[in-house]
């Protein structure tokens, strides 16, 4: 069942570092935002695959946005 991935804070997205379909390891860093000049890791917990991305780099997001799905 796919599980969401939300940002914490209303942030950029800096750089996107998974695909979908990659397997990301526990602890894996999916994306990394940038708010405040402070670089914020997105982490994955669990292992899992990654279903989607739902952003862009450079896009602005909110607080509690969808950032991507995994499975």
């Given amino acids: ?9 209303g942030a950029s997205v800096w750089k996107i570092l998974a695909s979908v379909g990659d397997i990301v390891d526990d602890g894996g860093v999916v994306m990394i935002l940038e708010s405040m000049k402070m670089e914020i890791p997105v982490i994955c917990e669990g292992g899992r695959t990654i279903a989607s991305i739902d952003v862009a780099e450079a896009q602005t997001v909110a607080a509690g946005q969808l950032l991507a799905t995994v499975d």
Avoid: Y
Avoid at 1 to 9: H, L, Q, R, Y
């Fill in 1 to 9: 069942m796919p599980e969401p991935i939300t940002a914490d804070v």
